[in-house]
């Protein structure tokens, strides 16, 4: 009797279902990710929709699949609620993720630290770009990002909750994020100059002030999203947000809840 | 720990960059931010390592307007301080040679 063995091919996993990719690109970062759970599939497809793209070499993600390296050492690995980010130098992979939300914090994690090799960090801040720049207004919750955001009747709102700032052919860009805050609308997928961050405080009185760099970088600190704790990576960290703080215009900037504050900023 | 017969290092584990007149240091296993000022800045750059708590108060005392009994009261207390927020490490001793 002749034998006979049925191989699986990579792309289908025990069940059979066949594997769904969505390609992204998020401040000219691109992913790839191939994951077989049909809902949540749908779910990303529909909340990354402004960022879908396809490019070459993407950083790839497998989800709940299998794994190529379980023993590659993690470069990076993060969990949350359940949920788990690995990187090793073979493949990157989320496992244990049941929602979009849960997909949408790694995706989070996992940009954060990319970008720490590509001059670029993330930040808790609403970026409106008006006249062709990018005003970045960061600050802690309750602040006041989504207010600004809400008030920005003449700009365009790159994102209310995530702000993502590259350095890139000699400038600062700041990227609109699909990272949603309050404004409960996904981001712009487009970028702008930077013209400058404004650390945010409600008040009275609409007031701009200018910023030492090392007061910016204290305003900043706090905001930065970035989840390693190795040390080599906060070194990047630190450097890349030393180099931001000294060449973007930081000021402080007091508002009070109204469209207003726009004529004290600079031009 | 008594901080004249001790040689400091700064902690390997730590990122810090000067910026302006001050020294940010990020402690990433705790998430935390420490900041130095001028002077604390200026003892920052000479922890090395190999200079004691009066080769450092000396340096301290020729590079800014302090006396030297203030600069060496000043820098015991800014060791012990880094100290115990783990921002320096005691150098470990070799070949049972004391200093």
């Known amino acids: 009797m002749e034998s006979r063995s049925i191989l699986n091919a990579p792309d289908a996993n025990s069940r059979g279902a066949r594997k769904q990719q969505l390609e ?194 204290r305003a900043l600190l706090p905001n930065v999203l970035f989840f390693s704790a190795e040390t080599e990576a906060n070194r990047r960290l630190l450097k890349i947000l030393s180099d931001a703080v000294d060449s973007i215009s930081g000021y402080g900037l007091a508002f009070r809840k109204d469209a207003a504050f726009w004529e004290v900023l600079p031009k | 720990m008594n901080t004249t017969s001790v040689l400091w290092q700064k902690n390997p584990a730590l990122a810090w960059r000067e910026i302006d007149d001050a020294t940010v240091i990020i402690s990433p296993s705790e998430s935390v931010m420490h900041e130095l000022n001028d002077t604390g800045s200026f003892l920052w750059k000479n922890i090395d390592g190999h200079k004691s708590a009066e080769e450092l108060a000396a340096l301290l005392a020729e590079n800014y307007e302090v006396t030297p009994d203030t600069a060496l009261t000043d820098t015991q207390s800014l060791l012990e301080e880094m100290s115990s927020r783990k921002l320096l490490v005691p150098v470990p001793a070799t070949g049972g040679e004391l200093r």
């Open chain 1, 24 to 217: 992204l690109s998020i401040g000219c970062v691109p992913f790839r990710l191939q994951m077989s759970d049909r809902q949540l599939f749908r779910a990303a497809a529909s909340r990354y929709a402004a960022f879908a793209a396809a490019a070459a070499r993407p950083i790839h993600i497998t989800l709940d699949g299998y794994s190529k390296s379980e023993s590659q050492p993690a470069e990076f690995r993060y969990e949350f609620e359940g949920a788990a980010l690995r990187a090793s130098s073979q493949e990157t992979r989320f496992d244990g993720v049941r929602n979009e939300y849960a997909l949408d914090s790694l995706l989070r994690v996992l940009l954060s630290w990319k970008l720490a090799t590509r001059h670029g960090f993330l930040l808790h801040a609403a970026t409106v770009v008006r006249a062709g720049k990018a005003y970045v207004f960061t600050g802690r919750s309750g602040a006041g990002k989504s207010t600004v955001a809400s008030l920005a009747p003449m700009g365009t709102v790159l994102t209310d909750e995530i702000s993502l700032l590259r350095f890139e052919n000699r400038e600062w860009r700041a990227y609109g994020t699909p990272f949603w805050g309050e404004f409960r609308a996904a981001g712009a997928n487009t970028s702008a100059p930077v013209r400058g961050l404004f650390r945010l405080v409600q008040a009275a009185e609409n007031r701009v002030t200018p910023l030492r760099p090392v007061e910016m970088l």
